[in-house]
């Protein structure tokens, strides 16, 4: 009977109190659940955006007026070249080494920032150039090598920045990381500063140059090499560009967008953002009118006497044209890539011997 009773009055209770546990659990697993969604959501986003952003040896560059990128690993897996003998020069035997680096061999991606000389009568001529590279790099053979080669050196935020005397010039070099080196020519030691400075702040994933924000988002995805930048100046003549007779604008405030990539085959695009709808229109004329003339030429040398690369070159090229933009692609037949690739290159690291000059960097 007590039992009865005790059943009856503390059954609610414990209803109750099973209910109220019950919903903290829900809550609890909502909120659980809530937070590994967040994550998630989150790690997918930093993922997406580490996809569509430049890479990392692009956002390094310092402030420039044209970029050009190159990533050397499908194109060493497609063609093999790092296996292909290579005439090598003295110096860059030496460099071999002192350092353990093969460029062929142990390279992975460059990419170059290309600064116009106010003077062009200068050492550094039309351009300087600001480098940063990826590769399997020996660092301390290297800072060994860099320190035999350099005048003086410096530190800056926290790197050796080695100054090497070449051709009139000073080309200043630093090791970022294990696997990555800087390297300028410029007049002043302001672009290498830049670098290290971006080097420190290279996780965010749409850190950069002003040319690279503004224009990256426009290379094609995927492509293994690209570059970026005003080229009027240096190419043209009185604002355009002469071949054959034919002039075609290339006014100093045009940008210019090439990019490769393999889409079955190998496409060169090439993307002109001309200053008005009348400098596009006049340029993409002059394109088609100089390409039937080569197309044209080529025809009539017969198969005996023309080249089928150069050929097959010159029947995939196409010429867009929409307001102020003219774009070009091609299809680069496999058999000229493999011509291209087998053909011998001396390559010189920079060096410099007491007395001497270094060869200047590229």
């Known amino acids: 009977m007590v039992n009865d009773i005790l059943v009856k009055r503390l059954a609610p209770a414990v209803f109750m109190a099973g209910l109220a546990t019950t919903q903290r659990m829900h809550k609890r697993t909502k909120t659980t659940l809530f937070i590994v969604f967040l994550v998630l959501a989150i790690l997918a986003a930093a993922i997406y955006l580490r996809k569509k952003a430049p890479p990392e040896a692009a956002r390094l560059l310092p402030e420039s007026d044209g970029i050009v990128y190159l990533n050397l690993r499908p194109l060493r897996s497609a063609t093999h070249f790092d296996q292909r003998p290579i005439a090598r020069d003295p110096e860059y035997q030496h460099f071999i080494d002192a350092t353990g680096f093969v460029f062929e061999r142990d390279l992975d991606e460059a990419a170059f920032a290309l600064h116009q000389m106010p003077n062009t009568a200068g ?64 007049p002043t030691a302001e672009q290498i500063h830049s670098i290290c400075d971006r080097y420190r702040a290279a996780a965010l994933p749409f850190a950069g140059s002003t040319l690279l924000s503004q224009h990256y988002g426009e290379v094609p995805l995927l492509s293994i090499a690209w570059g970026i930048g005003k080229i009027g100046l240096p190419l043209g003549e009185n604002g355009s560009l002469k071949i054959l007779g034919m002039k075609i604008p ?113």
């Open 123 to 186: 050492p550094n001529g039309l351009v300087a150039f600001s480098e940063v590279f990826v590769g399997r790099f020996d660092g301390k053979k290297l800072a060994r090598y860099f320190e035999s080669q350099a005048r003086t050196r410096e530190t800056y935020s926290g790197h050796e920045v080695y100054e090497i005397p070449s051709e009139g010039r000073t080309v200043r070099v630093t090791q970022l990381g294990y696997d990555l080196v800087a390297v300028s020519n410029a």
């Open 250 to 362: 290339l006014p100093e405030d045009t940008t210019f967008i090439a990019s490769l990539r393999w889409a079955g085959a190998l496409r060169l695009r090439v993307e002109e953002i001309a200053p008005t709808d009348l400098t596009a229109t006049t340029s993409a004329e002059g394109l088609e009118t100089m390409l039937s003339l080569f197309r044209t030429i080529e025809n009539n040398l017969g198969d005996k006497a023309g080249n089928p690369e150069i050929r097959s070159v010159l029947n995939s090229m196409k010429v867009d044209h929409h307001r102020n933009r003219a774009v070009v692609t091609v299809t680069l037949p496999d058999s000229l890539l493999q011509q291209i690739i087998a053909a011998p290159e001396n390559l010189t690291p920079v060096r410099a011997q007491p007395g001497q000059s270094a060869p200047a960097a590229k």
